[in-house]
C-alpha cells in the first residue's frame, strides 16, 4: 500500500527530497520555480532554515499549513532539501 501524506503514518523514512516531490510539486515545480497560485521561487530563496521550518509547519499566504499532516522531523527534512534548490 502507498503511503501519502493525508494519512498519519506517514513513513519517516521518505528522504526530504521524496517529501518535498509529494507534498510541494504542486505548486512549487520540481525545481522550485513553477510558482502556483503566488508561490515562492524556491530556488530564489534567501530563508534560513527555521523561517523554512515555521512557513512549513504553519502555511503562508495560500500555502497550507502542513504541521498536521507531516511530522517534526519530516518538516526539517524538507526544510533541509529546499537548500539543494537554491541556484
Request: aromatic letters at 4%; charged letters at 25%; one cysteine or more.
Amino acid at each position: 500500500k502507498e503511503t501519502t501524506t493525508s494519512e498519519n503514518n506517514t513513513s519517516a523514512k521518505m528522504t526530504g527530497g521524496e517529501l518535498y516531490k509529494v507534498n510541494c510539486t504542486k505548486c512549487h515545480g520540481e525545481d522550485g520555480k513553477l510558482g502556483l497560485m503566488g508561490s515562492a521561487d524556491l530556488s530564489q530563496s534567501q530563508m534560513d532554515l527555521n523561517t523554512r521550518i515555521e512557513i512549513i509547519q504553519n502555511g503562508k499566504g495560500a500555502m497550507t499549513s502542513f504541521g498536521g499532516q507531516l511530522s517534526k522531523e519530516q518538516v526539517n527534512e524538507i526544510a533541509s532539501f529546499l537548500e539543494t534548490l537554491r541556484k
